[in-house]
């Protein structure tokens, strides 16, 4: 079993709809997460930050991690086209070296 | 500011040959890392610099060595290259701060290894 489960999807949805992304994971000695969104042929870009439990908002974007569940979410409302990107969840126990990543989740945002 | 830069961004070698994949930051970051990305498989940590003058293995560490030169540069070598290290290699550097983690990412090497 993988350290950290995610959808790899596709997901298409139609533009303004809301998105929720998800993650699962196994070991309870993680305390950092992250949300990275990747351009086709790009680096991962990091979106959104959580240490320990709780949400988080920025913008059209919030982040959920409920460690009690060892699950995490990322929601995006009102989505566009711009969205479309592959999204990956990471998790790392501290000192946040060793950092570990979901498959990824491929979104296309239709117009 | 160029933020992590790699060279080179693709190339394609024999199995046995070498090759050392280069990285450079321009952000005074303590901490840098090498990943490989598959497909299904999301990024796995090869290695990392915690800091100058020391590295520390990650997830995959076999067939990859790395040197820390200094602050700015990390790179990574493949000593007789495998078909299974075909894969795309991304360095990161990371600024840690104790309410904001932020890991930044260079933009590929793509290795294909035939």
């Known amino acids: 079993q993988k350290e950290v489960e995610q959808d790899p999807g596709p997901l298409s949805v139609p533009e303004g709809a809301i998105v929720s992304l998800n993650c699962t994971y196994s070991?309870?000695?993680?305390?950092?997460f992250m949300w990275y969104r990747q351009y086709s042929r790009k680096g991962p870009e990091l979106l959104m930050y959580?240490?320990?439990?709780g949400n988080k908002e920025d913008g059209r974007f919030t982040a959920q991690v409920d460690k009690s569940s060892k699950y995490i979410s990322l929601f995006i409302r009102d989505s566009q086209p711009s969205d479309s990107a592959t999204y990956l969840c990471?998790?790392?126990?501290?000192?946040?070296?060793?950092?570990?990543f979901g498959a990824g989740t491929r979104l296309t945002v239709k117009p | 500011n160029a933020g992590v830069t790699q060279t080179p961004k693709f190339q394609v070698l024999k199995t046995g040959q070498s090759m050392t994949l280069q990285c450079a930051q321009d952000?005074?970051?303590?901490?840098m890392y090498w990943y490989r990305q598959d497909p299904g498989m999301g990024l796995r940590l090869i290695y990392y610099?915690?800091?100058?003058?020391?590295?520390d293995k990650g997830e995959v560490p076999n067939g990859y060595n790395v040197s820390r030169l200094n602050k700015r540069e990390f790179s990574l070598r493949l000593e007789s290259a495998a078909p299974s290290q075909t894969s795309v290699y991304f360095c990161?550097?990371?600024?840690?701060?104790?309410?904001?983690?932020?890991?930044?990412f260079g933009p590929g090497t793509r290795l294909l290894v035939l």
């Open positions: 990161a550097s990371r600024a840690s701060v104790w309410y904001q983690e932020t890991q930044y």
């Open positions: 070991n309870s000695a993680f305390q950092y």
């Open positions: 959580t240490y320990s439990s």
């Open positions: 990471a998790m790392s126990a501290p000192p946040a070296n060793d950092m570990r």
């Open positions: 952000m005074n970051h303590n901490s």
């Open positions: 610099s915690a800091s100058e003058g020391t590295t």
